[in-house]
């Protein structure tokens, strides 16, 4: 075994832990969980912190155990929330689990026969057969409301302007949460629980609950909330969450916001969502200081997630459609692009319905582009463009006005692209 502390701790990853935490890492093998809200059939970047405590504390030779939130996720955590969540049925939970699971396990292993192969769980299995007058006797007498009332998620929710309150299920939340660790405690022996840092007051009512229940010693760790250097919100974009699911984020989309990210993130975010080494990081730091335009750390950030998350024949397919979009991608390149990642790339250009018909037979690129498409506004502009060099037909240079387009030129069987100058791009959608 490794120091798994040790390791978050260079990566900038903890942000408080109980006491003796590390001394018990250091003393066993220790099994330790974190919770997932399962109120949708992906994760998103925003869960990728916690997924990657899991991967550093296997690699370190502990055993995690993924909680899938069933039961909690019908209900909906109040911290850092401004307003109750809706509740799902079992039917939608259960294939929530499934898709998960699959995405969980590119980061974890949970199929081999080592000691500290990881499990995943599901708190609904416990708590769907648990009566509540079983519950409120055997857990709610030993947490007081008082001590559930000092929690800052409670007090925010309480104290907020434009607060309505909090019901009487989100306010049972952390008992119910205290009751997971209590079940892994007994259960998988479990010795630890971690999360990010708005999840402490949940962490430690568990860890308080387990101490009077059983008069055991339990340990919690977070980290902090992963924000942009500007302040912004971590793992946002324009039309919402990044994804990890392919379908609703491309794996070019995904690809591309970890290579765009700034100097300051790209330096944190290669520490705590990748397992490069700290030599490897150093000298990748090293490089970015001498030649920053280069991007090296964005570069290797990006190529380690995309490969990670979905594969290497989706990262080489990305770097492929950014070279096609910035101008120094070939027809073969362009060519090999499937319809998702081409629709990825060009987004937002200007799009233009042509019919099959028209191309059936082969028609001049001069009337294709002005008369099915007015890409131009008329054929002498479009001579004059093709004079200077400025016009290119799926990433060939058109040389004449009179040159053939016909279906066999289609990119993923019903696309043209149409570029004029360096920057201006049109999609043509043949139907």
């Known amino acids: ?81 401004s307003a ?9 939970l259960r294939h929530n689990q499934e898709c998960i699971k699959r995405q969980l396990a590119k980061f974890l292993d949970f199929d081999s026969d080592a000691p500290n192969s990881a499990v995943l769980v599901n708190n609904y299995d416990w708590m769907k057969d648990y009566t509540f007058l079983t519950f409120i006797r055997d857990i709610g007498k030993h947490i007081t409301v008082n001590y559930m009332m000092a929690k800052d998620s409670v007090k925010k929710r309480l104290s907020g302007e434009n607060s309505a309150g909090m019901s009487f299920t989100e306010f049972s939340y952390q008992l119910l949460q205290g009751y997971d660790y209590l079940y892994l405690y007994r259960n998988y022996g479990c010795r630890l629980q971690m999360g990010g840092s ?22 919690g760790l977070v980290c902090p909330l992963i924000t942009k250097a500007d302040g912004g919100k971590f793992g946002k974009t324009e039309s919402g969450n990044v994804w990890l699911d392919p379908a609703r984020t491309s794996p070019y989309v995904f690809y591309q916001f970890w ?22 990081i150093a000298q990748l730091e090293k490089e970015q200081a001498e030649a920053p335009h280069l991007r090296p750390l964005q570069k290797r950030l990006a190529e380690e997630l995309t490969v990670l998350v979905h594969s290497r024949a989706d990262y080489d397919a990305a770097v492929a459609a950014s070279s096609i979009l910035f101008g120094q991608g070939t027809k073969e ?34 009337e294709l582009l002005t ?41 993923a069987g019903r696309y043209l692209l149409v570029q004029r100058g360096k920057k201006n791009y049109y999609l043509l959608i043949v139907g």
Request: zero cysteines; hydrophobic letters at 40%; aromatic letters at 4%.
């Open 333 to 366: 390149q362009l060519q090999t692009l499937d319809e998702g990642t081409l629709l990825s790339v060009f987004e937002g250009v200007p799009q233009f319905e042509v019919s099959r018909e028209a191309l059936s037979a082969g028609i001049k690129i001069a």
């Open 198 to 219: 708005d999840q402490w007051g949940n962490i430690t009512t568990g860890t308080e609950l387990i101490r009077r229940k059983e008069g055991g010693e339990a340990f």
């Open 1 to 81: 075994m490794t120091n798994f502390i040790e390791e978050l701790r260079w990566r900038g990853m903890i942000h408080d832990m109980i006491p003796g935490t590390e001394e018990q890492l250091l003393k066993e093998r220790t099994s330790a969980y974190l919770g997932i809200d399962p109120t949708a059939d992906s994760l998103h970047i925003g869960h990728l912190v916690g997924v990657m405590m899991l991967r550093h504390l296997q690699r370190a030779g502990h055993r995690p155990l993924a909680l899938i939130g069933g039961a909690t996720g019908m209900i909906g955590d109040p911290s850092m929330k």
């Open 259 to 280: 290579l765009n990210v700034n100097d300051a993130d790209a330096a944190r975010y290669i520490k705590i969502f990748t397992t490069l080494g700290q030599e490897e």
């Open 84 to 92: 109750e969540r809706n509740l799902l049925d079992e039917e939608t």
């Open 371 to 411: 008369e099915h498409a007015t890409v131009l506004p008329s054929k002498g502009e479009l001579r004059k463009l093709i004079a200077a060099g400025g016009l290119s037909l799926n990433k060939e240079k058109v040389t004449s006005p009179d040159d053939l387009v016909t279906t066999e030129q289609l990119i």
